[in-house]
C-alpha cells in the first residue's frame, strides 16, 4: 500500500489539535478557573488525553510507522520528514506501552492533582498532598516498567524531558559541578556580599505588571501571538500557532520574583514563537528538549537580564516606573540583583546557587522512582538535604517539599532539565559571544533583536529537528561541557564579590 507524507502530515496535526485544546484547558486550570470548575474541566482534560493518546496508538498510527520506518522508505526521506517519522515511531512505541484506560486515570488524577497541590501550598501542609502524591508516583514507577529502561528506573522517565539522557549522564554532569562550583561557593561565601536592601520596598502589583510588559517588549515577545497573566507558579504555555502565553507571578516586597520570572518565561516563550511556521503542528513543532528550553529562559533571565549590559539601557525604564530607584546608581543595583546567598526558593535562586536545588531534586526523585524512599519520608528527606547542600532548612513545607508544581502533574524527570539548561545556556551564550563581537554594546545600546535572530537561526527555527547533544554540537562544535558555566560564573562573580 502506498503512503503519501501528506496523509501522515494530515493526522499528525489533528492529534496537535486535540492537545492545543488541552494546553488551553490547562492554562485556565492554572490561571482562571473558578475553584467549582475543577473537577469538571479535570474529566474534560481526561477525555481530551484518551482521545489524543488513542489517535496516536490507533491501527492508523500503527500503519504510518510501519510504513515509513521500511528501510528503503525512510532512507528516501529528507531530513524533516525523517525526523518527524522518528519521532512519531518513537512516541507511538512509548504511548502504546500503557493501556488507554491508564492515560485517562492518570490525566485526571494530575489535573486533581495541580488543584490539590495549591490548597496543601496555601495552608503548608503536605499531608493533604500525600495521598494524591502517592497515586501518581505508584503510577509513574508502573509506567517507567511498560516504558522500559536499561539500567535505572528514572532513566524511563527522563528520557521523556531530555531524550537520549540518563541518570549516570546527570550525576555525571553533578560530579563535575560539585567538583568546581563547591570550591567556587566558599570564595563567595567568605568575601563582603554587595548591599541588597535597596531591592526591599513596596511595589504595587499594577506597576510590577507593567515592567514586566515593559521587559517583554524588549526582548521581542510578541504580544499579538501570546499575552502575560498571573498564577501561583510561573510557567509559558504553547496553545498552538500565534498563541504562546506567558503567566509570572507578583511579590509586593520584592521586584525580583516577577522581573526575572517574566524574563525567564519571555525566553521560554521567544522560543516557541520562533520555531519555523512549517514545522507547526509536527512532531518537529516542539522545542528539542526541556534542557535546551531551559537554556533560552535561562539565558534571557540571567546572562542577558542580570548583565551590566542590560540595566545600563532598561534602567531609566525601572526608575519611570518605580521613582524610588532614581537616587540608587545601576552600577549598585546590579551588584544587589547578582548578590549570591542561600535560598530555600527554586525560581528565586541565584545563578551560582541554583543547580544545587536542582541535585536536590535530582536525589529526591531518583530515590522515590527506585523505592528507597516512600511519599511520606518527602518532607524530612527535603529538609535534610537543603540543609546539606545549601545549609539552611524550610520553617514549613510551603518553602519546602511543596514549592514547585511538577510532581502534581506527574513530571518526575523533569528537573534535571533545568540544570542541564543552565550548562546549556552558558555553552551556546559563550558561541554567540564569538559569532557576535559587539554583542555586549548591541545590548547595551537596547538592541536585544540582533541576539535574538541568532537564538532564531541557530536553535529557535529548528524544533525538534535535533537531539540535544546534536544540537549542542551544531551551534557550539564540541559537547556539551560544564566549562563554559563555570568560566561564566567565576569571570562574572569574581568581579562583582572583588575575589
Given at each position: 500500500?502506498?503512503?503519501?507524507?501528506?496523509?501522515?502530515?494530515?493526522?499528525?496535526?489533528?492529534?496537535?489539535?486535540?492537545?492545543?485544546?488541552?494546553?488551553?484547558i490547562a492554562w485556565d486550570m492554572r490561571t482562571k478557573i473558578p475553584p467549582k470548575g475543577v473537577k469538571d474541566r479535570s474529566e474534560v482534560v481526561g477525555k481530551l488525553s484518551r482521545m489524543a493518546f488513542e489517535?496516536?496508538?490507533?491501527?492508523?498510527?500503527?500503519?504510518?510507522?510501519?510504513?515509513?520506518?521500511?528501510?528503503?522508505?525512510?532512507?528516501?526521506?529528507?531530513?524533516?520528514?525523517?525526523?518527524?517519522?522518528?519521532?512519531?515511531?518513537?512516541?507511538y512505541r512509548r504511548q502504546k506501552s500503557i493501556p488507554a484506560d491508564k492515560i485517562e486515570k492518570f490525566s485526571i488524577l494530575c489535573s486533581k492533582g495541580e488543584s490539590i497541590w495549591q490548597?496543601?501550598?496555601?495552608?503548608?501542609?503536605?499531608?493533604?498532598?500525600?495521598?494524591?502524591?502517592?497515586?501518581?508516583?505508584?503510577?509513574?514507577?508502573?509506567?517507567?516498567?511498560?516504558?522500559?529502561?536499561?539500567?535505572?528506573?528514572?532513566?524511563?522517565?527522563?528520557?521523556?524531558?531530555?531524550?537520549?539522557?540518563?541518570?549516570?549522564?546527570?550525576?555525571?554532569?553533578?560530579?563535575?559541578?560539585?567538583?568546581?562550583?563547591v570550591p567556587f561557593m566558599q570564595k563567595i561565601y567568605k568575601a563582603k556580599a554587595p548591599d541588597d536592601r535597596i531591592l526591599n520596598g513596596n511595589f504595587d502589583k499594577s506597576s510590577q505588571e507593567k515592567l514586566s510588559v515593559e521587559v517583554l517588549k524588549a526582548m521581542t515577545y510578541d504580544f499579538e501571538g501570546g499575552r502575560l497573566d498571573e498564577t501561583a507558579h510561573p510557567f509559558t504555555i504553547g496553545i498552538g500557532p500565534g498563541d504562546v502565553r506567558i503567566t509570572t507571578k507578583y511579590d509586593p516586597r520584592d521586584l525580583r520574583p516577577s522581573f526575572f520570572g517574566t524574563m525567564h518565561e519571555g525566553g521560554h516563550a521567544l522560543y516557541e514563537q520562533g520555531i519555523a511556521e512549517e514545522h507547526q503542528g509536527t512532531m518537529v513543532g516542539m522545542g528539542a528538549s526541556m534542557g535546551i528550553h531551559e537554556s533560552q529562559s535561562r539565558t534571557w533571565e540571567n546572562m542577558i537580564g542580570r548583565s551590566r549590559a542590560f540595566w545600563n539601557f532598561f534602567y531609566p525604564t525601572l526608575v519611570k516606573i518605580f521613582p524610588q530607584y532614581k537616587d540608587v546608581s545601576v552600577e549598585d543595583f546590579y551588584k544587589a540583583i547578582n548578590v549570591v546567598k542561600p535560598s530555600l526558593i527554586r525560581i528565586e535562586a541565584d545563578e551560582v546557587t541554583y543547580n544545587l536545588h536542582i541535585v536536590i531534586r535530582f536525589e529526591v526523585e531518583e530515590a522515590l522512582i527506585n523505592d528507597r524512599v516512600k511519599v511520606a519520608d518527602l518532607p524530612e528527606l527535603w529538609n535534610s538535604k537543603v540543609k546539606e547542600y545549601l545549609g539552611i532548612e524550610p520553617s514549613n513545607d510551603a518553602e519546602g517539599v511543596l514549592q514547585d508544581v511538577h510532581w502534581s502533574g506527574g513530571q518526575m524527570g523533569y528537573f534535571p532539565s533545568y540544570m542541564l539548561g543552565n550548562i546549556y545556556a552558558a555553552q551556546f551564550f559563550a558561541t554567540a559571544k564569538k559569532e557576535i563581537p559587539n554583542l555586549e554594546a548591541l545590548i547595551s545600546s537596547g538592541d536585544l533583536k540582533t541576539f535574538r535572530e541568532w537564538q532564531r537561526e541557530k536553535i529557535h527555527r529548528h524544533g525538534a529537528l535535533y537531539d540535544p547533544?546534536?544540537?549542542?554540537?551544531?551551534?557550539?562544535?564540541?559537547?556539551?561541557?560544564?566549562?563554559?558555566?563555570?568560566?561564566?560564573?567565576?569571570?562574572k562573580f569574581s568581579e562583582i564579590y572583588g575575589i
Open positions: 500500500m502506498l503512503m503519501e507524507m501528506k496523509d501522515f502530515y494530515d493526522y499528525a496535526r489533528e492529534i496537535s489539535k486535540l492537545r492545543s485544546a488541552m494546553s488551553l489517535m496516536a496508538t490507533s491501527p492508523k498510527a500503527a500503519e504510518f510507522v510501519e510504513y515509513f520506518n521500511r528501510p528503503k522508505i525512510h532512507d528516501s526521506l529528507n531530513e524533516v520528514d525523517r525526523r518527524n517519522v522518528d519521532l512519531m515511531t518513537k512516541y490548597e496543601a501550598r496555601r495552608e503548608s501542609n503536605f499531608a493533604k498532598f500525600q495521598p494524591i502524591l502517592e497515586e501518581i508516583v505508584e503510577y509513574l514507577k508502573e509506567f517507567a516498567e511498560l516504558y522500559g529502561y536499561e539500567e535505572n528506573r528514572y532513566d524511563a522517565l527522563l528520557d521523556e524531558y531530555e531524550p537520549s539522557t540518563t541518570t549516570k549522564d546527570v550525576k555525571n554532569v553533578i560530579d563535575g559541578l560539585k567538583k568546581d562550583l547533544k546534536d544540537l549542542v554540537m551544531k551551534v557550539t562544535g564540541q559537547p556539551l561541557t560544564h566549562k563554559y558555566f563555570m568560566d561564566y560564573i567565576t569571570e
